[in-house]
């Protein structure tokens, strides 16, 4: 596996540097809250955003190299001082590197949907991936989601809509503020667009998704026959 590389401004760092799990206070000092966008493409939504909330810490995680450069170019560029880029597989870095219960906000907008079924464990959301998006969550922080692949969103509004942590509502439109690259897209074509937010509540009895541990369960026991 590549190595998972971490810019911020003309600083780099390697995993081995940063630790597991990842001390993000040390990398990134301040008191701000943090907010965290998998799969930030080329940087649109992230770099603006955290133009605009230079009180706000934010961690972008991105697996394509060349979106990631071009990103990390342009917070140079911009003198961010904020923004943390992470070049890696975003299910690796939920499972064995970020720490949990940290951010205030996980953006997660058009996200590549895998459309065969073989492929569906790749999914940020899956019963048994949405736990690893959910726990990087602080209680009451939000998830954000939007796609443009129906199919997909009803399955991912389904499945957040079964957690017993969450409260999950669908907006028609986001509020004013940047926009992803899809998103101005898309959206200048007229597309339709599935928008979520998912509020973990701190009264929730379980923060696991009740499917997650049957289908893992259940692959272990199909395995073993
Ligand atoms: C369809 S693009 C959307 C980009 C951006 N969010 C936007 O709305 O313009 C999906 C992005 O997620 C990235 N991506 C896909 N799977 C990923 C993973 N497992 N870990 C990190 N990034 C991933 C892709 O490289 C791509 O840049």
């Known amino acids: 596996m590549r190595p998972l590389i971490l810019a911020l401004g003309e600083r780099r760092f390697n995993l081995g540097e ?15 809250a943090w907010e965290v966008e998998i799969g930030f493409g080329k940087g649109r939504y ?29 917070a140079v560029r911009r003198r961010l001082t904020n923004v943390l880029l992470a070049q890696g597989e975003a299910l690796f870095m939920l499972c064995a590197v970020l720490p949990p219960g940290f951010a205030r906000v996980v953006h997660v907008y058009f996200p590549d949907p895998w459309p065969k079924d073989r492929h569906h464990k790749r999914r940020l959301f899956d019963r048994e991936t949405v736990d690893l998006v959910l726990r990087l969550l602080s209680p009451g922080g939000v998830l954000s989601f939007a796609t443009d692949f129906q199919e997909y969103g009803e399955e991912v509004t389904k499945l957040l809509e079964s957690h017993p ?61």
């Open 46 to 74: 992230l770099l603006a955003s955290a133009a605009t909330h230079p009180e706000t810490r934010f961690l972008g995680i991105e697996v394509a190299p060349k979106y990631f450069r071009l990103a990390e170019r342009r």
């Open 165 to 225: 942590g969450l409260e999950v509502e669908a907006l028609p439109e986001w509020p004013g503020g940047p926009r992803t690259n899809y998103e101005v897209k898309y959206e200048a074509e007229g597309r339709p667009i599935i928008r979520l937010e998912a509020r973990l509540v701190a009264a929730a009895e379980s923060l696991l998704h009740p499917g997650g541990a049957r289908a893992v369960t259940a692959a272990v026991v199909e395995e073993t026959r």
């Open 18 to 32: 940063s630790g597991s799990p990842m001390d993000l206070d040390r990398l990134l000092p301040g008191q701000g």
